[in-house]
């Protein structure tokens, strides 16, 4: 087009210019719609599993262990929702004209309770050497889908908000997974352990039914989280750090409890291996799952980005020098250190007293001013 050309050779190749700009358009958009299609396909891969993990549905997996007894009790015992009725702790009836089912208001003493679990909780976590943190609690769809969540679909967990790329979180492992993300760590940063209190949000779509009523399935509530951040050869160590961390948790509240190794229909996409507790609620007259904690090995830190720099390359790599070492994806994994309605479920309905009273568990006194009963407001 520079040089000299008569006029319809230039309007020759001014003609082909333009069709091969709108034939890029068509391909730019064809190349769009199927890295969207590759990505879905992608996301429907699951990680590995451990050698361990027993094979099948839910009622495979198997007890790991089996802690305290369940309290007895020489009354007639009632529920956490009667019991909440009784002493005025919460509202449902209220949340819903406001909000909606499944939600609710805590009142009175419950509150306290709640801030006593939710600080009792991170410190005891702190001491164990974790670094608290708070989140935000709306994050990018891409960061949920990263991190293993689906934030689309008509069985979906996520509050996703209308007209943005954001949802809600439903765990704080996910803006906790996000906050190293595209990054490079140094082999000395690891292990990173954090402790993030948050509100989390679910749809819990699909469930419904009398062993979810009250406090034990809602679609909103705090929650203090764990998470790990380390090399691939120590996770299944972190993991069993996990697990005893929630096991010292719950017995210093004087819960029964059991632990499980979950089958593999149980694990869910990121999760390599999965242990669960349920905890004995006398009033439900069941075992609740109040707690997990998950390997998620490098499922997780291939979408996000995360590696690290070992200090010697590895044994089959050859050595050209400290500057070429080749990074490595780190290894994730997450616990719920305490689910909070879940927790004032096993407190209100274990520790019942035939006065209509409730106990409060002396780890948590301290944290809610001394009290040591919640006690019907006519006394």
Known sequence: M???????????LIEEGKNLKEG???????????????QQEAQCIPNMTHPDVPIGDEDSSTIRKKVGSPHDFSFPIKDHLQLGKELNLFDFDAAAKVSGSKFYYLKNEAVMLEMALTNWTVF?????GFTPLTTPEIVRSSVVEKCGFQPRGENTQVYSIEGSDHCLIGTAEIPVGGIHMDSILANSQLPLKYVASSHCFR?????????????YRVHQFSKVEMFVLCQPEESDSYHEELIR????????LGLHFKILDMA????????YRKFDV?????????????????????????RLGIRYRPSEPPSSTPKKGKGNIPTQFVHTLNATACA?????????????????????????RPFMGGLERITPKSQ
């Open 278 to 302: 349920e905890a004995w609620m006398p009033g439900l007259g069941r075992y609740g799952e109040i707690s997990s904690a998950s390997n998620c090995t490098d499922y997780q830190s291939r």
């Open 203 to 215: 749809t819990e779509a699909g469930a419904a039914g009398t062993a979810t009523r009250g406090l």
């Open 264 to 271: 593999t229909a149980d694990l869910g996409a990121p999760a």
């Open 124 to 128: 005891e976590v702190i001491k164990r």
């Open 245 to 252: 961390i929630e096991e010292e948790l719950f017995t210093s």
């Open 340 to 364: 909070i309605p879940r927790m004032i479920v096993c407190i209100l309905e274990n520790y019942q007293q035939e006065d209509g009273s409730i106990v409060i568990p002396k780890p948590l």
């Open 24 to 38: 890029l358009l068509t391909l730019e958009e064809d190349l769009l719609k199927l890295t969207d299609e590759l």
């Open 2 to 12: 520079k040089g000299k050309l008569e006029p319809s050779e230039r309007q020759k």
